[in-house]
């Protein structure tokens, strides 16, 4: 399939998605260093009764980003325990949203993180995650 043209250069397609990523993508992925930026471009289908993009489809995609955060920076599955969010402005349809998390503490058994959601104009989203880490023995493979 071919990337479209709004997607900023660097970005590969997940196309490894399932589940949830896959019914709503798709979406997209770079890496930069040590962080992991993940996009994608709302269309009509992921908008709210007012046409900006429902707020439960901005919690499910800085929730994937912060869950990639703690793979790609401890190398271990996580899932969320917690989540706290702050809607800062409007998602728009049509606009290149993306979203980072920057792990901020772990032990064994746990990660927090720190994520943002951004548009082309203003920030879109704040989190904090609390994610519980996986066994080490759990096989690792990449999906959205």
Same mark, same amino acid.
């Given at each position: ?18 589940? #949830? *990523? ?16 993940? =996009? #994608?471009?709302?269309? $009509? ?15 499910? #995609?800085?929730?994937?980003?912060? =869950? ?9 599955? *996580? ?10 402005? $409007? ?27 951004? =548009? ?5 989203? *704040? ?18």
């Amino acid at each position: 399939m071919a990337i479209p043209s709004k997607v900023p250069l660097g970005f590969r397609e997940l196309t490894e998605a399932s589940g #949830f *990523a896959a019914a709503n993508g798709p979406w997209f992925e770079k890496i930069d260093g040590d962080r992991v930026i993940r =996009g #994608f471009l709302p269309g $009509p289908q992921h908008a709210n009764a007012l046409g900006i993009v429902h707020g439960g489809m901005l919690a499910a #995609f800085i929730d994937s980003a912060m =869950g990639t955060a703690v793979l790609h920076t401890l190398n271990r599955r *996580a899932v969320t325990v917690r989540m706290s969010l702050d809607y800062l402005g $409007p998602g728009r349809v049509g606009d290149w949203l993306q979203a980072e998390g920057e792990v901020v503490g772990h032990d064994e058994h746990m990660a927090q993180v720190r994520g943002r959601l951004y =548009g082309p104009r203003h920030e879109v989203l *704040a989190g904090l995650g609390v994610f519980s880490l996986l066994s080490r023995h759990r096989k690792l493979t990449r999906r959205g």
